[in-house]
């Protein structure tokens, strides 16, 4: 599979403090990555990273170049979306402006993008007005609009009920189906297992494991933290 | 409390009578301060946006310096202003003293510093909630900031309101750099200082009446906008 992104032996600090240390890992085209681990153990940063929000403090990131030369098109969706105080279709149309769609592709896109999510008939509605659910979804066709390599997806489902959840796994999962990459960050295993297809487990912002879902979650012979991890245990005790 | 009495009887037969000369009053009173707050919002909402995502050294400096001039006192404009604009100063070539356009001139710098340090405010609160996510989708940071003014519109509408206010309540600056010359360039407070040091006391306090029903007009007519569902308005296609 072609590589998309490459991390070699990557830190990040804030300041003093080390968020994420040492991490390799390579990204490959098509692959479901989910991150896990709790909370401060660098999902965040690392989705950040990977997405080139932030830049490693040592080590290196490196995006393989896809078509025509270019890095890979990626997407992020935050576990609250941030949408302007606009309509609906403004708030697609700028994501697209911002991703360098031409101006002539612009208007299927947004159509396609709508279609994708079941929105269509809320185009005109203004996006802060929407529930949960549908502002998640319209983040995720924002996401989709822009025809990404890949799909950063920091808990996309954390704030959402459970008919919002379902809704949002069912559209993140017809993303993979798509061919999109996806990376995603999550405190549910349920939805680890049912959408990836490699986890990696951080703890203190050092990669721990990173193994195909079904080892990661059968394998009875991982370190002993991602073990505690998967049975519920806090680590200070 | 006759004088009271007096004036707000005096106030209402001025504004029932339509006096000619009190609306030309009014007028250049709206228009030197409607100019002023135009000029002042293109420079202080670009200084403000500009000073919300700029990263430089010095810049906590001159954001203090912004936020110092806040409390520029108007007569202290008028004076910087009279010196540049008389004969001798450097810009005495023009021959825009005891004009309009100085007093636009002067009330501009006067509101400079007051749109652009809300406006700062404003940009660096939404990009708490945003910046990240703008940015990922691929925004530079003062596309962000000029993106985020869109979105708090309202907010930078009542900045707006605030620097009217503060314009067209001044009197030091257009008293000095525009005379205060009948049927040129008195406006609405040069007026009550003129009444008041010629002792109608009772006409100062109708004008002030005048005065402060014209801003509060002004504010019910923005505030009646204010109402309109966000993503209505706005300009992005």
């Known amino acids: 599979m072609t590589v998309l992104v490459e991390l070699d032996a990557a830190s990040v600090h804030f300041g003093r403090v080390r968020a994420l240390h040492d991490i390799s890992l390579t990204l490959r085209r098509g692959e479901r990555l989910a991150l896990v681990g709790a909370n401060g153990s660098g999902k965040t940063t690392l989705l950040r990273l990977l997405n080139g929000l932030i830049e490693p403090t040592s080590g290196r990131r490196q995006w393989h170049p896809q078509r025509a030369g270019r890095p890979p098109v990626s997407a992020f969706v935050f576990q609250r979306p941030f949408l302007l105080h606009l309509s609906v279709r403004r708030n697609l149309r700028l994501a697209l402006w911002l991703a360098g769609v031409p101006a002539g592709a612009r208007a299927t896109r947004l159509a396609g993008a709508l279609e994708r999510v079941g929105l269509q008939a809320l185009v005109d509605r203004p996006a802060r007005s929407l529930s949960g659910g549908q502002q998640q979804r319209l983040a995720l066709a924002r996401a989709w609009a822009v025809q990404p390599d890949i799909v950063f997806l920091d808990e996309p489902t954390a704030s959402l009920d459970p008919t919002a959840k379902r809704e949002v796994e069912a559209l993140i999962e017809q993303f993979g189906r798509d061919g999109m990459t996806l990376v995603m960050s999550s405190h549910n295993l349920g939805q680890v297992k049912r959408l990836a297809d490699r986890v990696l487990h951080l703890e203190g912002g050092r990669l721990v494991v990173d193994a195909p879902t079904e080892r990661f979650f059968t394998d009875g012979g991982l370190p002993i933290e991602t073990m505690q991890f998967l049975r519920g245990e806090l680590p200070w005790r | ?237």
């Open chain 2, 1 to 237: 409390m006759n004088a009271f009495t007096d004036s707000l009887g005096l106030a209402a037969r001025l504004i029932t009578q339509a006096d000619a000369n009190l609306w030309r009053i009014v007028g250049l009173s709206l228009q030197v301060s409607g100019s002023a707050c135009a000029i002042g919002a293109l420079a202080g909402l670009a200084l403000g946006a500009w000073l919300a995502v700029a990263r430089f050294a010095g810049r906590s400096l001159l954001i203090a310096g912004v936020n110092t001039l806040l409390a520029l006192p108007s007569v202290v404009v008028g004076l910087i202003v009279y010196l540049l604009l008389s004969r001798s100063g450097p810009l005495g070539s023009w021959g825009i003293l005891f004009t309009p356009q100085a007093m636009v001139i002067a009330q501009s710098i006067l509101v400079v510093p007051l749109i652009a340090a809300l406006a700062r405010e404003l940009v660096v609160e939404a990009l708490r909630e945003g910046g990240d996510q703008l940015q990922a989708m691929g925004a530079r940071p003062m596309l962000s900031a000029a993106l985020l003014l869109v979105h708090e519109r309202r907010g930078v509408l009542t900045v707006m309101l605030t620097a009217f206010g503060r314009a067209v309540a001044e009197v030091g600056a257009v008293m000095i750099v525009g005379g205060n010359i009948d049927g040129v360039t008195r406006v609405m407070t040069t007026a009550i200082a003129l009444e008041t040091s010629k002792g109608d006391l009772p006409l100062a306090l109708a004008l002030g009446l005048v005065l402060l029903g014209v801003v509060a007009m002004i504010n019910g007519v923005v505030g009646l906008t204010q109402r309109r569902p966000l993503a209505a308005t706005g300009g992005l296609g």
